[in-house]
Nanobody, 125 residues
Framework: QVQLVESGGGLVQAGGSLRLSCAAS????????MAWFRQAPGKEREFVAA????????YYTPSVKGRFTISRDNAKNTVYLQMNSLKPEDTANYYC??????????????????WGRGTQVTVSS
């Protein structure tokens, strides 16, 4: 079992930056693939970024590529999402997710086993 707790959300102006963190508790964090999803009001939860257990495989959704960076520190059981050049359309609740089969990096919600409760990111224009 893995528990995930996100932090780092907030209100930022367009063009600004935020760094989200997701702290994991439980065993074998380093074996898990990790991902970030987001959900805006009235919309489906969508994939943002994901990383394999080793960091060798990374995927981004096209709208954030070049602006967001996913990383992990297995010694700290934490995964990060550095978000730069934020846009109003990035406004959403951001969720951290973990997948036990850590070498496969999925981009669908149903491919992840554990979820955090989310952290709100609001980007003003």
């Amino acid at each position: 079992q893995v528990q995930l707790v996100e932090s780092g959300g907030g209100l930022v102006q367009a063009g600004g930056s935020l760094r989200l963190s997701c702290a994991a508790s439980g065993r074998s964090f380093s074996n898990y693939a990790m991902a970030w999803f987001r959900q805006a009001p009235g919309k489906e939860r969508e994939f943002v970024a994901a990383m394999s257990w080793s960091g060798a495989t990374i995927y981004y959704t096209p709208s954030v590529k070049g602006r967001f960076t996913i990383s992990r520190d297995n010694a700290k059981n934490t995964v990060y999402l550095q978000m730069n050049s934020l846009k109003p359309e990035d406004t959403a609740n951001y969720y951290c997710a973990a997948r036990a089969s850590g070498s496969y990096v999925g981009r669908s919600r149903n491919e992840y086993d554990y979820w955090g409760r989310g952290t709100q990111v609001t980007v003003s224009s």
